[in-house]
């Protein structure tokens, strides 16, 4: 059974910092290009970051370059999400999910196999 378990997310000011990070276990982690994705009240779900299987490419949404930093392990079938800088707009609710090995870019959702439960982080003004 696959399991991606969230942990870090919390309530922090805004310029503060968080460390979001997803534990897998059940699959080849090292074959899964992993993402983070957000979800806002009354917004779509989105891509945030996303990191190819060796870490060799990361994607970023323009709105986070420069702040956050998508990281893996495979040794330790973890990826994290270092948050600097967080702004009030950064407040949802954050997913870890995985997309097995597929042609295109992990930019779309949908194209994710497995997804974790989600950790509310919220960035206070």
């Known amino acids: 059974q696959v399991q991606l378990v969230e942990s870090g997310g919390g309530l922090v000011q805004a310029g503060g910092s968080l460390r979001l990070s997803c534990a897998a276990s059940?699959?080849?982690?090292?074959?899964?290009?992993m993402g983070w994705f957000r979800q806002a009240p009354g917004k779509e779900r989105e891509l945030v970051a996303a990191?190819?299987?060796?870490?060799?490419?990361?994607y970023y949404v323009d709105s986070v370059k420069g702040r956050f930093t998508i990281s893996r392990d495979n040794a330790k079938n973890t990826v994290w999400l270092q948050m600097n800088s967080l702004k009030p707009e950064d407040t949802a609710v954050y997913y870890c999910a995985a997309r097995r090995p597929r042609s295109g870019t992990p930019w779309y959702a949908s194209e994710y196999d497995y997804w974790g439960q989600g950790t509310q982080v919220t960035v206070s003004s």
């Open positions: 990191v190819t299987r060796t870490g060799s490419s990361t």
């Open positions: 059940g699959l080849s982690f090292s074959t899964y290009t």
